[in-house]
Each structure stands twice: as structure tokens, then as C-alpha cells.
T-cell receptor, first 116, second 114 residues
């Protein structure tokens, strides 16, 4: 089956620094990837939709200048949390759309970000 | 816009007992329905999905769900749970022709006790 990886699986950074999270589709090309945020014991909230070769579409309330998304190739999307603060600490999950399906998404294992 | 409600935030159950995790949705158009499982510090794994056809859908790990259009529900069931089923379960909906956009319910923590 289709596999999506994320790197790193966890990261600790100091307040004010920037952190980059990578999402890769390992055995298929993904023109569309999605970034979600999950707070402890809560559901997944869609942050943005990432389309290869174009600007990401952000959900209402998500700061596009703080959460920079780049989808430079058909197998890689990156999320950069700029000037991170403790309130950005969360579990970030990406998913990739199956190009052969109108409904299927494959999820990455997630990245735990802790900002101190 | 669609929404998903999972009525129970936590469901404690004894091992080998049956379980039902409830999910209701609202949408003005036809939808696809999904159940995902999430183990601690991991991503989501697809349990099963309803696209069309038979309203009773069987998934992995012995789970099944039934789509009820009149009640806009998609409850998840398992006749006999195991300790290893302890996890967070998410119901999700995607409107047809909406570009795979998924809306998730709040999640239900299934706690299986020995």
C-alpha cells in the first residue's frame, strides 16, 4: 500500500527558532498533501492543503506567514513553523492524496513538536 | 459544510465484550465515510470506509460499520474486543467531489480492560 513518511518524528526547539517538518510520499506521486494539527486528546484540525507547484491553501485562522508550506516536488511537502512559541507545541500530521482515487488519503506517522 | 459528531469521548469496555462507537454526520450532499484508528504518538490508520453500495462495511481487525442514511449515522462495531484495541478512534466524512477534504469527529477513546 501507499506509504507516507514524516521527518523528524519528534523535535524539541527553543522559543523563537524555526522548525521544518518533511512529509514524503514514498511509493507514489502526490500532487496534493494535507497538513493537520492535533492537540493532546483532541481531533485533527486541517491547517492547509498543499498543491505541488502552487501556493498552499490555508484554513481560516491559520497564519500562513507562521506556518510556511512548500510543495516543491511530487513526493515532498514541507511545513516550517517560524518563530516558534510554546503554544505551537503540538502533534503535526500530514497526509497525501492517492492520485488514483477521489477519496483516499494516506497519513504520515506524525511529528511531535515541543517548543521550550 | 459538513460536520461530524462522535457522541462518546470515552468508552470503557471489558475484554471480549462487544462495543459500539457512535458517529453522526451532517452534510447537504452525498458523502464518503471513514473510520480511522490512532495509537499513541502515531498517525492514523484506516479501519474501513463507506463509498457506496452495501451499507454494512467490514474493515480490518474485526471491525465493521453500518451506514444509515436516514439517521445520518455511521456507527462502528466489534463483537469482541481485545486489549490491543485500546486506542483513539476517529470518524471522518468527505463530501463527494470536494477534493478529498476530510472533516474529523472529536474522537472516541476506547479503553479495553482485562
Amino acid at each position: 500500500g501507499a506509504v507516507v513518511s514524516q521527518h523528524p518524528s519528534w523535535v524539541i526547539c527553543k522559543s523563537g527558532t524555526s522548525v521544518k517538518i518533511e512529509c514524503r510520499s514514498l511509493d507514489f506521486q502526490a500532487t496534493t498533501m494535507f497538513w493537520y494539527r492535533q492537540f493532546p486528546k483532541q481531533s485533527l484540525m486541517l491547517m492547509a492543503t498543499s498543491n505541488e507547484g502552487s501556493k498552499a491553501t490555508y484554513e481560516q485562522g491559520v497564519e500562513k506567514d507562521k506556518f510556511l508550506i512548500n510543495h516543491a516536488s511530487l513526493t515532498l511537502s514541507t511545513l516550517t513553523v517560524t518563530s516558534a512559541h510554546p503554544e505551537d507545541s503540538s502533534f503535526y500530521i500530514c497526509s497525501a492524496r492517492d492520485p488514483g482515487s477521489s477519496y483516499e488519503q494516506y497519513f504520515g506517522p506524525g511529528t511531535r513538536l515541543t517548543v521550550t | 459544510a459538513q460536520s461530524v459528531t462522535q457522541l462518546d469521548s470515552q468508552v470503557p469496555v471489558f475484554e471480549e465484550a462487544p462495543v459500539e462507537l457512535r458517529c453522526n454526520y451532517s452534510s447537504s450532499v452525498s458523502v464518503y465515510l471513514f473510520w480511522y484508528v490512532q495509537y499513541p504518538n502515531q498517525g492514523l490508520q484506516l479501519l474501513l470506509k463507506y463509498l457506496s453500495g452495501s451499507t454494512l462495511v467490514k474493515g480490518i481487525n474485526g471491525f465493521e460499520a453500518e451506514f444509515n442514511k436516514s439517521q445520518t449515522s455511521f456507527h462502528l462495531r466489534k463483537p469482541s474486543v481485545h486489549i490491543s484495541d485500546t486506542a483513539e478512534y476517529f470518524c471522518a466524512v468527505s463530501e463527494r467531489n470536494a477534493g478529498n477534504m476530510l472533516t474529523f469527529g472529536g474522537g472516541t477513546r476506547l479503553m479495553v480492560k482485562p
